[in-house]
């Protein structure tokens, strides 16, 4: 809990001492999230279903 989010809270800010650069191209970066749930909602069902019938095979190929 606390000791976790402590160390989380240390590392962060030593990245941000010693790697200035690191925190201007982390603010700078998109989340992915908002693209991914965009993607999925533009997917009619039949797309997610065909696609987990094919899993096997394509597991079989791997």
Same mark, same amino acid.
């Given at each position: 809990?606390?000791?976790y989010?402590? =160390?989380l809270?240390?590392l962060?800010?030593?990245?941000? #001492?010693?790697r200035? =650069?690191?925190n201007e191209?982390h #603010? *700078?970066?998109?989340?992915?999230t908002? *693209?991914?749930?965009?993607?999925i909602?533009s997917k #009619?069902d =039949?797309?997610?279903r065909r696609?987990i019938r094919t899993?096997? +095979?394509?597991? +079989? *190929?791997?």
């Open positions: 809990g606390d000791r989010r402590t =160390q809270m240390r962060s800010r030593a990245l941000k #001492d010693k200035p =650069q690191y191209r #603010d *700078k970066v998109a989340s992915p908002c *693209k991914i749930g965009s993607w909602a #009619d =039949q797309f997610f696609g899993l096997p +095979e394509r597991w +079989e *190929k791997v």
